[in-house]
T-cell receptor
Framework: GQQLNQSPQSMFIQEGEDVSMNCTSSSIFNTWLWYKQDPGEGPVLLIALYKAGELTSNGRLTAQFGITRKDSFLNISASIPSDVGIYFC???????????FGKGTLLTVNP | DAGVTQSPTHLIKTRGQQVTLRCSPISGHKSVSWYQQVLGQGPQFIFQYYEKEERGRGNFPDRFSARQFPNYSSELNVNALLLGDSALYLCASIPSGTALDTQYFGPGTRLTVL
């Protein structure tokens, strides 16, 4: 099935560093979402973006909806050990509930 | 309030067998979606149900079927299991009929097919 192009595939950083990851698609989405998944758990919604150009923050997390509606990025500032996990982007079109996910970015934070 | 519950948490089946996975959405939520997450990949959409009716279906074979009950719980059935069906099966609970509703995921059922 279709998956979004998410990069990087993995990141290994030091505690306190900032992190940036992005997601691109060949198709337009009306909604972009960012999820975090811990081992043995389901994805948890971090940020939802509903308008092209929208920039939204949730604590140390900031995400933007690209103006072309084909991309989005997520930044994490001042990383901490509990930020470890897999981050997924997901796109949604119109009234269709279906979420199309990226392959994920595995984030490791070294204390 | 309890979150999304899924059962069982793990199960092991052999090729050719049939399996039923269960999901209870968050109280008051009327819609559920099912996703398959193969190791190392993002979740793939299988089905979406609202008020007991199928609203969407992903690119999965007819071996996959689902239903939603009057209490909004849902079952996912997979027949004639293949090795490639081994995955984490996620259920998402959705409040109502608005596409902008947040989807809340359960912990998933880990299916291993031998």
């Amino acid at each position: 099935g279709q998956q979004l192009n998410q990069s990087p595939q993995s990141m290994f950083i030091q505690e306190g560093e900032d992190v940036s990851m992005n997601c691109t698609s060949s198709s337009i989405f009306n909604t972009w979402l960012w999820y975090k998944q811990d081992p043995g758990e389901g994805p948890v919604l971090l940020i939802a973006l509903y308008k092209a150009g929208e920039l939204t923050s949730n604590g140390r997390l900031t995400a933007q909806f690209g103006i072309t509606r084909k991309d989005s990025f997520l930044n994490i500032s001042a990383s901490i050990p509990s930020d470890v996990g897999i981050y997924f982007c997901a796109g949604q079109r119109g009234s269709n509930y279906k979420l199309t996910f990226g392959k994920g970015t595995l984030l490791t934070v070294n204390p | 309030d309890a979150g999304v519950t899924q059962s069982p948490t793990h199960l092991i089946k052999t090729r050719g067998q049939q399996v039923t996975l269960r999901c209870s959405p968050i109280s008051g939520h009327k819609s559920v979606s099912w996703y398959q997450q193969v190791l190392g990949q993002g979740p793939q959409f299988i089905f979406q149900y609202y008020e007991k009716e199928e609203r969407g279906r992903g690119n999965f074979p007819d071996r996959f079927s689902a239903r939603q009950f009057p209490n909004y719980s849902s079952e996912l059935n997979v027949n004639a299991l293949l090795l490639g069906d081994s995955a984490l099966y996620l259920c998402a609970s959705i409040p109502s009929g608005t596409a902008l509703d947040t989807q809340y995921f359960g912990p998933g059922t880990r299916l291993t097919v031998l």
